[in-house]
């Protein structure tokens, strides 16, 4: 029996959909030298995270190894794949390999933080390989909504694992490679040891449908509008982009992108050659002198982002272009669960304005980037994997996976973040548990979900702020009376008193009451005025705000 083992630890994106991180490695156990797919963000939400920019995984347990890791691999350049790359590599400091199209976005988020470019090299599709210490690691190209997304044909001494990444079964995805069955029964010939597999649409019953079969319904839809037209859908989805900004052409209309990302994901795809024969554009400038009647905006803001272009349209002007009665707004897109609120907000903005807007409920207007329930036993049923682990879900996605995997006698291993999972021999098994977290951007720092600093802010937002100012002087006595601010709470309560006089006054009393220990002990000092300044905010309003305690000394 062979001492070295086949591992594979996911570490972000495995028990929940966003930030994915996955590790491979192989070697002797605790000396494996390993591999990372994936490094992504997930987005924050004012509920559990506010303020912060962006979620990142805790990579604490590779920044500990990052001697043993041999490169980065990166399936495609959504935000849940990519957008970690440039917060995590001064740590990791690792090559980072992608197809052309995705290193394209990479290298910018690495410009961005001044990282060199040369970190990130240029991989060919399969059947070229890139040799990473035991790995041979292939970009096998397939279908998703975004261009050039793979998956990754892991070699190893121990077997072959396919790492599907997103994708779904589409034949005329419009831009980008089609789903390729030969490539994928050639590559599965000669036996995979594990599928580690997309699980998103796990629970969608019904074959997906192709990116193609939507493009007659938009253009009827833009053909019959009145007054300008403006549609958004996710930037990165470019096939998309381009069926709309067909569809405004063929109608007569001048097409306007707005939004940094819609800029910046088709400049990316024109450059790496995979977005041909894009309509032309002119500038929000030049649009104003056009009558809107021949205006298709293109804009950002599909999931409510309040600074996205959609959203400044909803409120008034953006540069310099605004929505009117008779105008039609388009959703070309799917509201990500938990997004629905700042969606929903848009729309009756919209509404207010006199403005027609069209949604996907009908269906004509979107199709999915993930493999449905029957596309993913496509894919098993060409790949015929040992083992099928399924990643990119939350729980129940997992787990539902893994029993289409049991009915058809393959393997399932559900392996959420932290687990690792043994793959040598022929029964895989859970090896170790790894502690796995969140680190959150926040402006220019990054620290753990876990430090305490976002629950503060929440404790804040729920329970409003109190500051109390004590100043003592050199005999260690009051000089004058304590005194409030308050940020965050009603100016009165049920005294009908200001608020801040009635803790003032209550603090004044607790301060005289004290004897000359406590007043010497700042930390006692501290405790007593913050309890005192809770309980009296607590009988005016019935809240006990967070309170900071500023004690100054003369002496």
């Not at 301060?511 to 005016?540: H, V």
């Amino acid at each position: 029996m062979s001492s070295e083992r086949l591992i594979y630890l996911p570490l972000g994106g495995a028990g929940e959909i966003g930030m994915n991180a996955y590790v491979y490695g192989y070697g002797r156990p605790g000396k494996e030298r390993l591999i990372v797919v994936d490094l992504g963000v997930a987005f924050p939400d004012m509920d559990t995270s506010p303020g912060v920019d962006l979620i990142i995984a805790d990579i604490a347990w590779l920044v500990e190894r990052r001697d043993r890791i041999e490169a980065i691999f990166v399936t495609h350049a959504h935000e849940d794949h990519v957008g970690g790359v440039a917060h995590t590599w001064d740590k990791l400091q690792a090559p980072i390999y992608a197809r052309t199209f995705t290193a394209n976005i990479a290298r910018r988020k690495m410009d961005e933080y001044g990282h060199p470019d040369d970190a990130v090299r240029i991989a060919s599709p399969w059947p070229e390989t890139i040799e990473a210490g035991p790995f041979k690691v292939g970009f096998q190209p397939i279908s998703h909504s975004i261009p050039e997304s793979s998956a990754l044909v892991i070699d190893t001494p121990a077997g072959r694992v396919v790492h599907s990444g997103d994708f779904k079964v589409d034949l005329t995805p419009g831009v980008g490679e089609p789903f390729d069955p030969a490539a994928f029964e050639d590559i599965a010939k000669d036996g995979v040891k594990a599928l580690v597999c997309d699980s998103t649409n796990v629970f969608s019953p019904d074959a997906g449908r192709s990116e193609a079969t939507i493009g007659p319904d938009i253009e009827a839809l833009v053909a019959s509008a009145k007054g300008m037209v403006v549609a958004t859908t996710f930037a990165s989805n470019v096939a998309r982009v381009k069926t709309l900004a067909e569809a405004g052409q063929r109608a007569g209309r001048s097409i306007v992108l707005l939004g940094r990302a819609m800029k910046r994901m088709v400049d990316a795809a024109q450059e790496t050659g995979v977005l041909a024969d894009f309509p032309g554009t002119v500038s929000p400038e030049a649009a104003r002198d056009i009558p809107r009647e021949n205006l298709m905006l293109l804009v950002t803001g599909s999931q409510g982002e309040r600074r996205a272009a959609s959203a400044q349209l909803a409120r008034g002007k953006y540069m310099g272009l605004e929505m009117q009665e008779g105008d039609m707004f388009l959703f070309s897109s799917k509201t990500i669960p938990g997004n629905e609120k700042g969606v929903i907000r848009i729309m009756n903005q919209f509404s207010e304005m006199g403005v027609d807007v069209v949604d996907d409920s009908s269906g004509k207007y979107h199709v999915s980037g993930h493999a449905n329930r029957p596309d993913l036993e496509t894919l098993h049923d060409i790949i015929k994997p040992q083992v099928l682990i399924p990643m990119h879900g939350e729980h129940r996605h997992l787990r539902e996976h893994v029993k289409i995997a049991d009915g058809k006698g393959i393997t399932g291993v559900l392996a959420v973040n932290g687990m690792m999972v043994d793959l040598s021999g022929n029964a895989p098994k859970i090896a170790e548990y790894i502690d796995t977290g969140r680190t959150y951007l926040d402006g220019s720092v990054q620290y753990g979900a876990m430090d305490g600093v976002v629950r503060d802010r929440i404790r804040m937002a729920l329970n409003g702020h109190l500051t109390v100012t004590v100043i003592m002087d050199d005999e260690d006595e009051p000089l004058g009376d304590p005194w409030v601010d308050v940020m965050g709470l009603p100016e009165t309560g049920n005294s009908r008193a200001a608020l801040v006089d009635v803790v003032e006054a209550d603090l004044s009393q607790w301060l005289g009451r004290q004897k000359a220990k406590t007043l010497r002990d700042d930390e006692a000092l501290n405790d007593g005025l913050r309890k005192a300044a809770r309980q009296s905010a607590f009988g005016e309003i019935g809240k006990k705000p967070e309170v900071t305690v500023v004690v100054s000394r003369l002496s």
